[in-house]
């Protein structure tokens, strides 16, 4: 069954280069994976898109997240091609994690964000999808909302091109609230019931989540959402 996973990305980010200053690859990371899901190298294929100026790659801000992957079995792929039915066939899960209409710097960009998907990469994902695929698309604030938007919309999901951050009062706040981190639990339903959240055993569950600013999204009726904004927040 095809699915698709849509994850707001938590960091502060003012800038792309104080980004890139503040996020740097742990290259020592092994993370022990104590029951992994397939035998080494033999698990389904996870392309991870490397093509449209993305800010998390495997090479390096996202580098854990590929260790991580290979430990459990999975095979971990850079896609580096546009999205068609060509570049797609031999993903089973498509990660795409802050693509970006291209490297300028996020203040120079207009209003709308343009889009990091041509129409043609946008329909290919959905009719790839449809016929089994898996996309995990992970977008932060903007501009990165903006710029997955119409891949997003393709599946029902309205992204809020903007900041999701807890309410406040005057210019005096503003700052103090864009650095406020947001603790979501299980406790008190903010980190919903789901089989990522209980994980496959004791071991890999999550009972608490902390957040810093970034964006709101709408989901279709069905949707299974994993985090849900305090009523006291402003997209």
């Not at 608490?208 to 927040?233: D, S």
Request: hydrophobic share 45%; net charge neutral.
């Amino acid at each position: 069954m095809s699915r698709i996973w849509c994850f707001l990305a938590v960091a502060v980010l003012a800038s792309g280069e104080t980004a890139a200053a503040q996020q740097v690859p742990d290259r020592a990371f092994r993370p022990p994976v104590v029951r992994p899901a397939y035998p080494d190298g033999q698990g389904p294929v996870v392309c991870v898109d490397h093509a449209h100026a993305n800010f998390h790659t495997l090479d390096e801000r996202f580098r854990a997240f590929g260790e991580l992957l290979r430990r459990d079995g999975y095979i971990v792929r850079p896609s580096r091609a546009k999205f068609d039915g060509s570049s797609l066939a031999p993903c089973r899960i498509l990660v795409i994690s802050n693509a970006q209409p291209n490297e300028d710097a996020w203040d120079s960009y207009p209003y709308p964000t343009p889009s990091a998907f041509t129409a043609a990469e946008v329909d290919a994902t959905r009719q790839w999808v449809r016929g089994g695929g898996n996309l995990l698309l992970i977008a932060d604030h903007m501009p990165l909302a903006g710029a997955a938007a119409s891949l997003a919309a393709a599946f029902g999901v309205t992204f809020t091109d903007g900041f999701a951050v807890d309410g406040f009062k005057g210019e005096a706040e503003r700052d103090a609230a864009f650095a406020r981190p947001t603790m979501f639990r299980t406790a008190d339903g903010t980190l919903q019931a789901h089989a990522i959240v209980r994980g496959r055993h004791a071991g890999e569950s999550v009972t608490a989540i902390r957040t810093f600013t970034g964006q709101a999204f709408r989901a279709p009726a069905g949707a299974e959402p994993l985090l849900v904004l305090p009523g006291t927040f402003i997209p």
